[in-house]
């Protein structure tokens, strides 16, 4: 057992802190904010650009795919800086969903023809799961593909397709055979969001990001699109499940908010009296920093789980759970600590903390929900973590 | 005897006023008074919230009104509150309460007269940049120059300000002996003196910061013609407009569980209505069983206040408990509905939305728990 | 709606309490106390034939059979005067479980055999309900009874028998038709607890009350013993169910905990501070406070309901849960505003409150899972108040 | 590199230990040590934890012990909690912690030593009647009278003093120049003036009340020899048996939940095991992650002390959280078990007493969190 971070380990967190203190411009942070529900701007592509440079797009791959090879203790401190530092958003769907399953069940032509322009940041993929009527219950997707020569006819509609206006690629599940037993008859394949057929249409939500519903009509894609092998999707999708926990169970947004909210109840006075010094915010603060602890090592037990080449389906999704039940509750009660004030939106100059709260408090509940539900989850840990009976 | 059923009468306004607000508030129709374009307010619906006694259930017959108690009134925010009524509602309610409580014969006639019948818009000024609830720490005063009131200061996230008629503007003031207190000015939007700002607020409420300079006021926009002796009547009115918001918490928090009762038991997955989950059952209860409790509390508090008693820790109890359920309620909606609830074509989040400005409004949960430690 | 007791409410509670302050002597608590594993002293008997001569077991019963006829507020107002006071136990068990029962099921026959008895507090009954393997699935409960010409003839086993060592009879539900569907072969019978075949075994409880084990070997008892109809005692079981939830969900002794506490904290100073002046106490105190107010305000609104002849049974369970959950969280706020002092018993002379909170920490999981656990309550409340689907 | 998971050696400690307790240690041990015709103490479970080498786990090979860390020591406490090893064990390695951090040489060398052989039961007197955490409120005190100390005074709520062979007290002390400050004095059980009363807890663990009457004690009863300069060295061991004792409650939760677990997979009612219930599979979740938290957070604070770091904060966040996840989960324990559990034959009301009493002790909840917000 080792609670601290090595030397390298914090050399590494410096270095990303410094790299993001450097590309994290205003003139960034307007542009990202102004196309949010459009397609990246210049900066972006900019901003992107330099973090594929760096080869951080592909930081945690094996050697043999080009990668860096790091551990996935360095990619959570990079994660968790990015977050901290309210760097702009970057997919990990490409990287650390897309690329290691076609590590683990791509075709040698499949890692040749995905993995580099992935690895480049040249491919933005979107996740093609739910449907209107497969939500949790995500094996029941409809979606068909046919095969016809030597081409798949994808033919259905996909929802909450969050980067859909901004990807080059879906990720997508379809039905292959539609006799087999449901979880048997589902495949994964790629495809690109410029094909015919393909219809975009935007979907706006409480937290003010944009998601999408998107029409496949006929769509074609060539035979080689297919991932792994046909009718075994399932398994892919399912093993890159537990990685998308990992990314929602993280807190470094939620410990920057509450650093920040610290700092405005220490140079706040209002009714005479500074809010850090009225005893009841000084027990919700207490009380949010042991949460947060506990959040921050959940993550740290996560990442050195995977290093150590353990399971982590159980730890991953009791995370998921404690640490999107913590972003409400942080934002929750850092709004009521706020006062008045915490009604305020971003776009008010008095706004403490820009905002933030408040985004976050209608950002938490698509982090509760999405990933699979927090119900699931904890049907998870029950059944996987504690070994409990199915019904 | 002790019985918190309705009564016939109570029943009847129940169902009349659901029945219309149903027709005639539409999430549609709040949707679109919330857009930045539109001033969240509706004047047909205000017109015929008017014509059919609404604006006056409580305001004495002799001053046009309808001669109800606050129980009814309550009711009114109730169903009002489960449909999600914009906000001038509640505001200019809140300003009658003050008129009820502070006015003179003179200035009740004149200003109750005309909420009853719909001809004004009103709101309450009190929360300053650095005082949201100890008035100690205000910094808006009213000097005598003369016989005039000259009425200085900045207040903040006062409700529909934009659309008042005229402003209750609630400012320390100082006599010719020196005695210090408070006053409540009646102030007319188009005073000069005044400008404001809207406010950007998540729930798309109009609040706005009121900046007076130097406003000339005289006697008769003194609320009661009496200075330095408005805290009673503010605390009676404060009171009985927090009651009143707890009821149209209710309601809100009411129409979220039964849209949500309604989405689970339609909403199938794995072959079977998801309400049919244990674990959606048992936050359903639990979800229930708050707005049951809030429900419960907040008529204790309105129905004591109807009674003319007193009730500070009755409405400390029910707004305590009422701003946790209501929101926790949108929270665990959102958490059922999932990505269903979650796009804004769903509505559901107008409720969230509202649920938590309410508990922000009137004072925290931890403001009311702080109240009741002090009576202990 | 109307938020007060009347003249006569408040006039009735007030005479209940000027009753229990004259009946309640130190010496009748300690006998109790003494005697509380084994049968009733003779300070009890006469404490409870005072209760009986004064027409109080029979308050809320219909004047044909000899009752007061008294609202279910005024019984309400009875049970939380009873339990505020902290009055030796008065099972309910005969007059609010058995009586009714007779009432709305039973035979005149019926009626007339076990009412008069009851009122005058010479048959005390025990609940023959559980079983090792029937807990909460009731139902499925396999004690028999055979008719044997003009006698039932009992065998089985009954767990959780409460009152079992100083209950007269007990109100036994024992399977008559076992080829019949589980709810449908199941009937209601009274057995003496003096019928040769009875024995009794004591089960220890946690909580420090005696609970019992009984066991049923051929017991004789006359045909007449049924009350109504054969195989159809599930009706009159889950009837007798929603009366027993109201009694738990009285929240009188947990208000009574409460302001003895605050008094406690009134007069106490640790490490130089009032306890009341402690802001973090001060806090819970005041959560405290409007959780019991609800409590208070459910048990109103149940008695209200039942004068105004309205079902109850989603409103009962919602009451039961509420309550027996604050019973916990006061006892266990209370202990740990009690600090060190927390752990002492009532044996400790230097015990806050004669240990009264660290008792209700242990009494309290019995009233969550007693009764119907707290996850069927919520059942109930969904499905029967809420009206979702089962599954 | 970051790690949550035991060293090999760790892992070999912790098997050994786990497989010793089980075998020594049997739920039926520890009720009947707990009746009052007993100690509360095994000295024959206290033999073979001295032979195996467990009670000097921690202490230095010098002074006749293992040498080993504070986190083989936690490991240690993890699994004792787990079977509820008579608290003789932990007051006494919390004397012994004290009089590492503060003892002279010749002391370590004596007491240590005692203690690693099992030849010490000890504990530390803290609290009084009114101070249980602000030794400023201390009334016992100790006069140099020419190079005597006398000390008088009365402890409670001092666990195993009734078997202590020698007790560490707390007491404030005044120096010939006036300084004051505190003192730790090692006084024997069997010195003159020493009375004591037990203390009834609903824990049976064993607390009294000790009183000190003109205790006369010399300079080798001092710890450190030092006088007014207790502080600091009560602080670092006071923080070591804290984050330990987090250990233990995690090792007594983690114990609790597998027994639940075991309990609904077999439980069968409606004609299946209720553990596939929801609702029930919900619960333990909650309760896995509540004590998967605490234990994280605990071995974090007792490895950080391990390496003589400054860990007041993470302390304080093990048994902010630890307190409230053990309780927590012997209540859920309850409520999944009914009347099962709740009658003492299924002894899990061992457990629920201990947790109640470790959360109690050390500071409960409120007191950790105000510590952290001193810190914010």
């Known amino acids: 057992m080792e609670f ?48 594929s440079e760096k080869g951080w797009y592909s930081m945690h791959w094996p050697k043999e795919y080009g990668g860096l090879e790091m551990s996935a203790m360095d990619y959570l401190i990079f994660n968790e800086e990015v977050a901290y530092m309210g760097a702009p958003f970057i997919s990990n769907i490409g990287p650390s969903i897309v690329a290691p399953s076609l590590f683990k069940f791509g075709s040698e032509e499949n890692k040749r023809k995905w993995l580099p322009p992935i690895k480049n940041n040249e491919f933005d993929f979107a996740l093609g799961y739910s449907e209107p009527n497969s939500g949790t219950d995500l094996a029941s997707l409809q979606t068909s593909a046919v095969l016809d020569g030597d081409e798949w006819v994808i033919n259905g509609q996909k929802v909450w397709n969050s980067f859909g206006h901004r990807s080059t690629h879906q990720w997508l599940a379809v039905r292959t055979d539609p006799s087999a037993p449901k979880h048997r008859g589902i495949s994964m394949m790629i495809v690109p969001m410029d094909a015919p057929g393909v219809t975009i249409v935007e979907q706006k939500t409480w937290g003010g990001h944009r998601t999408n519903e998107i029409f496949f009509d006929n769509v074609r894609v060539p035979k080689a699109n297919l991932i792994g092998e046909v009718n075994r999707g399932w398994l892919i999708l399912t093993t890159a ?32 009296e500074l809010l850090i010094n009225k005893p009841e915010i000084r027990m919700k603060l207490a009380e949010l920093k042991v949460e ?11 990442a050195s789980m995977i290093d150590l080449g353990k399971d982590i389906s159980s730890e991953a999704s009791m995370m998921k759970v404690f640490a999107t039940e913590l972003r409400t509750k942080v934002s929750d009660y850092g709004m009521q600590i706020l006062d008045l004030y915490g009604q305020l939106n971003k776009d008010d100059d008095l706004a403490p903390l820009q905002g933030e709260l408040e985004q976050q408090y209608r950002l938490a509940p698509f982090h509760r929900f999405g990933g699979g539900t927090n119900e699931v989850q904890r049907n998870i840990v029950a059944q996987r973590g504690l070994g409990l009976p199915r019904r | 005897m002790m019985n918190m059923e309705y009564s016939d009468d109570q029943l009847m306004m129940q169902e009349t006023s659901r029945k219309f607000f149903e027709r005639e508030v539409s999430p549609q129709l709040v949707k679109e008074l919330q857009e930045p374009e539109h001033s969240g307010h509706s004047s047909s619906l205000w017109e015929k919230m008017a014509n059919i006694g609404w ?92 016989d005039k009131w000259i009425l200085t200061g900045e207040k903040m996230f006062v409700q529909n300000a934009h659309l008042a008629d005229e402003l209750i503007v609630i400012a320390r003031s100082e006599n010719d002996d020196g005695k210090e207190g408070l ?32 406003v000339e006021l005289d006697i008769t926009h003194v609320l009661g013609n009496r200075t330095e002796e408005a805290e009673e009547g503010l605390a009676v009115a404060m009171n009985q407009a927090t009651a009143l918001q707890c009821l149209e918490m209710v309601g809100g928090a009411r129409k979220v569980i039964d849209m949500t009762v309604k989405y689970v038991s ?52 029910a707004k305590a408990y009422a701003g946790e359920a209501y929101k926790s309620v949108t929270v665990m909606a959102h958490q ?26 009137f004072g925290t949960r931890d403001l009311h728990l702080k109240k009741l430690a002090n009576n202990l």
């Open chain 1, 4 to 51: 601290h971070l090595t030397k390298e380990q914090l050399a590494w967190k410096q270095e990303v802190r410094n790299f993001l203190k450097e590309v994290i411009t205003p003139e960034l942070l307007a542009e990202v904010e102004r196309n949010k529900r459009g397609k990246d701007g210049p900066l972006e592509r900019n901003y992107r650009k330099q973090i």
């Open chain 2, 266 to 317: 339609e909403r199938h997955q794995f072959g079977v209505p998801i309400g049919s989950f244990q674990a959606v059952q048992h936050h359903l209860a639990n979800m229930a069983t708050a707005v049951d409790g809030s429900r419960l509390l907040a008529y204790q508090a309105v129905s004591l206040l109807s009674e003319g008693l007193a009730a500070e820790d009755e409405v400390a109890m």
């Open chain 1, 292 to 302: 947060l602890e506990v959040a921050r090592l959940f993550g740290y037990r996560a």
């Open chain 1, 241 to 272: 499940l537990d990685h998308e926990r990992v990314v929602m169970g993280s807190s470094g947004r939620t410990q920057r908010n509450f650093e920040d909210l610290v700092k405005f109840c220490k140079h706040t006075v209002i009714d005479g």
């Open chain 2, 55 to 146: 604006l006056g259930v409580h305001i004495p017959e002799k001053y046009n009104g309808a001669g109800g108690t606050l129980v009814d009134l309550g009711i009114l925010f109730e169903e009002a509150g489960r449909v999600l009524v914009p906000t001038t509602l509640y505001s200019t309610i809140y300003a009658s309460l003050l008129i009820d409580a502070l006015g003179t014969h003179e200035q009740k006639k004149t200003y109750l007269s005309r909420i009853a019948a719909g001809k004004m818009i009103s709101g309450v000024a009190y929360a300053e940049k650095e005082a949201l609830h100890n008035p100690d720490c205000f910094k808006t005063v009213a000097r005598k120059v003369k």
């Open chain 2, 183 to 214: 006053t409540a000015f009646l102030v007319p939007n188009q005073a000069e003196g005044v400008s404001m700002k809207e406010q950007k607020t998540f729930g798309k409420d109009r609040q706005s910061v009121v900046k007076f300079t130097d």
């Open chain 2, 336 to 361: 059922l509905w999932g990505g269903m609830g979650y796009v804004t074509e769903s509505d559901l989040y107008l409720w969230s939305n509202r649920a938590k400005a309410t508990e922000l409004s």
